[in-house]
Each structure stands twice: as structure tokens, then as C-alpha cells.
């Protein structure tokens, strides 16, 4: 289906390799033409982003879609091993010719809202009909799948991305619930009343005048300036690298509690304060704007708002609308039992069979019982951490379940010889020179020197990133399938999706839905393990709660 620029839509079926396979039709609209063809299997278009948010206004919901856009993003990275490239429907088309590219239009800064006046889709050459150029660019896309090393898994991770991205409108549409009163009631309770013309509110400035205070009270300290700072305590005599709040623990000085608790409370007034509630919370609901594989790992990131990072503080406004209930769902150790699943060793597919404590089970087998140890080494593992006490953990974590740590291994190593990484379905690590560390989310406190991969700085980093790729992104590809059960589980239920998270999901429901909604988030997580890594006895259990508001959930 194609828009003409007019409103209406032209459209026509499509066989297995991307040809038409009837006639041509024209439609008013996008909502009329759907809607007109009850018995389609998916919906081809350009892009859910732009499309469905019009759909859902109209009262249409899409079962399932294949995002062209979306789409040439993975292949681009598939096939070229490159990242960022433009990804419109008139770049593919120009791609798939050889004519010169053009450039995608520049993204929104983070945490900008959407205007009258900002670009349209990448316009086609004058004369090159739509309709022909999503079938041309869809074709072709079928054809590279098909020529990838496991086509079947790669035209899986097509479909969940499409999913995702069904998932990602309807979370933008329906949004989290969100008590405005309370929230101002908890600000007002942490940080005072407010002050006018822009000035901190009252606590803020009781605690900066305590700073200044503990600085001796002669030269005015900005807690919130780490130039201001790091001055003052070096005018004291101390020598500080930066005002991180591990560091200033380590200091024995009456600035550090007023300085640490002002941090706290600056954190929430400029990322969840008022200003944050007057332009996030509209309608008893917080929209965010999810960008679905918004990070090169496949995790999903926001356009502003912070939706990824609610403090437990601000949990309390999150409320669930009378009668009804939150189910606040949170997947048990993730990364671990994804590198079960995806290395095959049979010692941690054993231990993640079961839906006990994973680090406990791990070490019980490797540790003596030491589950401190045995989480450090798991997670050192594919995070990198391998240094000192790490190396022998690491060591001892290789004895026990060898194919697991060599698959993480095998990824670094590729990693820092420069070729292509992918995940189990087919996601592929972009280029060192596109992607790092901090973009994707990792930590950068990983391999040392001894560690045999890389000699240089930027290669051991290039092969943290690569270690925890594998496994981040496999991650995120699982939880792009247990988002498309989920969304097909609910069905029926009076119960909508209301918030995604790596690993966490709410559903807000009828209360007397609530265990009908955890057991289909369970279901649905036995079901994204099947479709994603097959016969596999690994379990992904979740930690539910079912709660009426935000903050009362474990996690």
C-alpha cells in the first residue's frame, strides 16, 4: 500500500516474491482500504511510524505489517555491515538502481516535540510512481533475505521488527498512566515551593547555601557547576578528578552530604519536574515517543521524556485508573539465560531450565556456593569484566560451561579483528568507526591488556562492545518477539500494553483481569523463546506483580 500525497492510497496483492498479483486499487484513505480488505494477511508499506498513528486515530488496527524502512535498516547492516545508512523508501529504491542515495531527513533532538514545519517522507524522483517503488524495493529486500546465511531467521527478525514497531505506535498512542496532582504533590514535597522568574525551588536553595556554607561561606558555590566544585575543594586542599558520588564518599567534609543529596534532588527537578510534567503528562497519561532499535544493540530508546529511566520516586504517580490494576512485569535474569539460549551449552541451558535464582544455581556448580562470585563471573562474562578477580572467575565460569563463555569469547575476538558480528537472528554490530560503547549502552570498564584481545585501547573496546552485543542484542530481539505474543495475548482481554522496557512491561487492566494477564505474559514469554531460539529448554521467567500503583512493584 502506497500514499499517493492526496490522502488516498493505492494498493494491490503481492505473491510470495514480492510481485503483484492482481489488479490495482485505489482508495480515499488508508483506514477505508484496510478496512475494505478484512481477509489480508500483512499490510507492505513504507512506514508504520508515519502511517498506523493515522490508522489508530481512525479506529484501525493492523494485525500484522512489514515495514519497508525498517526493514532496509537490518538488511543495510546484514549485508554492507553498515549502520546509520538512510534507510527512506527513496533510498532503497535509489540503492536497488545504483543512483546516487539520498539523505534521510535530520531526526529530532531528543526530548523535541513534533511541529507544523517539519519534514515529510524523502520525496521519489519526479515521475516515479509510489506504488511501483514499494513493490520494486519489497521485491527486492525478499531477494536479499533470501541470499543471507539463515534466511529463516532473518526474515523472522524482519517480521519482529515490523511488530515492534505496530507495538511502538500503539505505546505512543495509548500512553502510561499518569496522576498529574500526585506528581506535583511529591516535587512539592522533595523539593519545596516553587520560586518564580526560573529560580531553583526552595530546597535546592537551602542546600546550595549549605555547600557554600561547608566552603567556608566567602565565595559562592554552585552545586550544580563541577567546575564550581572541584575549585572549592581544591581551595581546601583536596584534589578531586570529578563530583561523581562515589568519589565524593570517599571524602571526609561537611560539603559532601548536602552536595550529594542536592544532586539528587537537581536530578529530579530537571529531568521529572514540573517543566517535565507540563510538556510529557497530557490527558492522565505520559506519552512518550518510543523509537523502536533506537540504540545498535536493537534496544528500543525514546525520543525525550525519559520513559526508560523513571526514578522510583516519581513511580508513586504512576497510577492505574479506578477498577483497574497495573501488571508490572519484570524478566528474571535476562542476559544470562539469553546466553544460555543462544551458545547451547548444555551446563546453563540445565541450570536456566528451571525458574530458580540463576547466579545461585551457577554457583552451586562453579563457586562453592558463592553466588557473589558466580554472578560477577556470568556477568563479567559478557560485559567484559575480566580483569583482575574477574580473569580467574572468568576462568573458572570456562571450566563449567565452556561454550558459553566461548561464544561471548568468539565475539570479542571477531570483534577486534574487524569483522561482521551478528546476533542469533541476524543483527548485525555496525562498524567500530559507527558504533561505541556508550551508544549502545555497554560499560567501558571491560578487558585489560591480558585479556589476548586487542592491543590497543580502542580494540579492546571494540571487543567489549562485540562480547555483549551477541548477547544485549539477542536480548532485544527476544523481547521484540514476546511484545508481538503479548500484543496478540491481550486480545479479547480489556486490557491494553501500557509501557516496554528491555526486559519490563505493564499492562494496564480490569481487575479482574489481572491473572488472566499475567498468564498470558508467561505464555508469551514461553512462546518469544520458541519462535526466537527454537527447541531450546531455557526458561525466561518474570517476576509479576499486579499493583495499583507503579511504585508498589518489586524491581
Same mark, same amino acid.
Given at each position: ?90 533510498? @532503497? ?38 506504488? +511501483? ?38 505505546? $505512543? ?156 512485569? +519484570? ?28 547466579? @545461585? ?34 576462568? +573458572? ?70 562480547? $555483549? ?9 527476544? @523481547? ?34 489481572? +491473572? ?36 508498589? @512493584?518489586?524491581?
Amino acid at each position: 500500500m502506497a500514499e499517493t500525497g492526496d490522502g488516498g492510497v493505492r494498493l494491490c496483492p503481492v505473491d510470495p516474491s514480492g510481485a503483484p498479483a492482481g489488479p490495482v486499487e485505489s482508495a480515499a484513505s488508508a483506514a477505508e482500504a484496510i478496512r475494505s480488505h478484512p481477509e489480508a494477511e500483512r499490510w507492505v508499506w513504507r512506514s508504520t511510524a508515519e502511517l498506523y498513528p493515522r490508522l489508530l486515530g481512525a479506529g484501525v488496527r493492523v494485525e500484522r505489517c512489514y515495514d519497508v524502512e525498517a526493514a532496509e535498516s537490518l538488511l543495510i547492516g546484514h549485508t554492507e555491515g553498515q549502520s546509520g545508512q538512510p534507510r527512506s523508501l527513496a533510498a @532503497a529504491w535509489a540503492r536497488l538502481r545504483g543512483l546516487p542515495v539520498p539523505a534521510d531527513p535530520p531526526a529530532r533532538a531528543a526530548g523535541g516535540q513534533p511541529s507544523l514545519f517539519e519534514p515529510g517522507p524523502v520525496p521519489l524522483p519526479e515521475g516515479t510512481d509510489p506504488l +511501483d517503488a514499494l513493490l520494486e524495493v519489497y521485491a527486492g529486500q525478499l531477494s536479499r533475505t533470501d541470499s543471507t546465511e539463515h534466511p529463516g531467521r532473518m526474515r523472522l527478525l524482519l517480521a519482529l521488527e515490523s511488530a515492534g514497531t505496530l507495538v511502538a505506535a500503539e505505546l $505512543n498512542r495509548t500512553g502510561l498512566p499518569w496522576r498529574a496532582d500526585v506528581h506535583r504533590e511529591l516535587l512539592t514535597e522533595l523539593l519545596g515551593e516553587r520560586y518564580p522568574g526560573g529560580l531553583e525551588p526552595r530546597r535546592l536553595a537551602e542546600l546550595a547555601d549549605e555547600v557554600t556554607r561547608a566552603f567556608g561561606g566567602d565565595v559562592r558555590v554552585r552545586p550544580d557547576l563541577a567546575a564550581d566544585i572541584i575549585r572549592a575543594f581544591a581551595r581546601q586542599g583536596i584534589t578531586l578528578s570529578s563530583t561523581r558520588a562515589w568519589e565524593l564518599r570517599e571524602l571526609d567534609h561537611p560539603a559532601v552530604e548536602p552536595l550529594l543529596e542536592y544532586k539528587k534532588l537537581y536530578r529530579l527537578h530537571t529531568a521529572h519536574g514540573w517543566s517535565w510534567l507540563h510538556t510529557w503528562v497530557r490527558d492522565g497519561r505520559f506519552r512518550a515517543e518510543y523509537v523502536p532499535s533506537g540504540s545498535v544493540t536493537g534496544r528500543w530508546t525514546t525520543n525525550g521524556g525519559g520513559a526508560l529511566q523513571i526514578p522510583r520516586v516519581v513511580r508513586r504517580a504512576v497510577v492505574a485508573d479506578p477498577g483497574r490494576l497495573l501488571v508490572v512485569a +519484570d524478566a528474571d535474569q535476562l542476559e544470562p539465560r539469553i546466553l544460555a539460549a543462544v551458545s547451547r551449552d548444555p551446563g546453563l541451558m540445565e541450570i536456566a531450565a528451571a525458574d530458580r535464582d540463576l547466579y @545461585a544455581a551457577v554457583s552451586d556448580r562453579a563457586f562453592a556456593g558463592d553466588r557473589e562470585q558466580a554472578k560477577l563471573a556470568v556477568l563479567g562474562a559478557v560485559y567484559g569484566q575480566t580483569s583482575g578477580d574477574g580473569l580467574k572467575h572468568l576462568a +573458572d565460569l570456562r571450566r563449567r560451561f565452556p561454550a558459553a563463555v566461548a561464544y561471548v569469547d568468539d565475539a570479542a575476538r571477531a570483534g577486534v579483528e574487524g569483522r561482521l558480528v551478528r546476533t542469533f537472528l541476524g543483527r548485525t554490530c555496525p562498524p567500530a568507526s559507527s558504533a561505541t560503547p556508550d551508544e549502545a549502552g555497554i560499560p567501558q570498564d571491560g578487558p585489560s591488556p591480558d585479556d589476548g584481545y586487542g592491543s590497543t585501547p580502542a580494540d579492546r573496546a571494540r571487543g567489549r562492545f562485540t562480547r $555483549n552485543f551477541v548477547v544485549q542484542g539477542a536480548a532485544a530481539d527476544w @523481547a521484540l518477539a514476546l511484545l508481538a505474543a503479548l500484543r496478540q495475548a491481550l486480545v479479547g482481554l480489556d486490557a491494553e500494553l501500557v509501557f516496554f522496557q528491555h526486559d519490563e512491561v505493564i499492562v494496564h487492566c480490569r481487575a479482574q483481569e489481572a +491473572d488472566a494477564v499475567t498468564a498470558a505474559i508467561r505464555a508469551s514469554s514461553a512462546r518469544a523463546a520458541a519462535v526466537v531460539f527454537g527447541d531450546v529448554p531455557v526458561r525466561f521467567p518474570f517476576t509479576v506483580a499486579a499493583v495499583a500503583c507503579y511504585s508498589d @512493584a518489586k524491581g
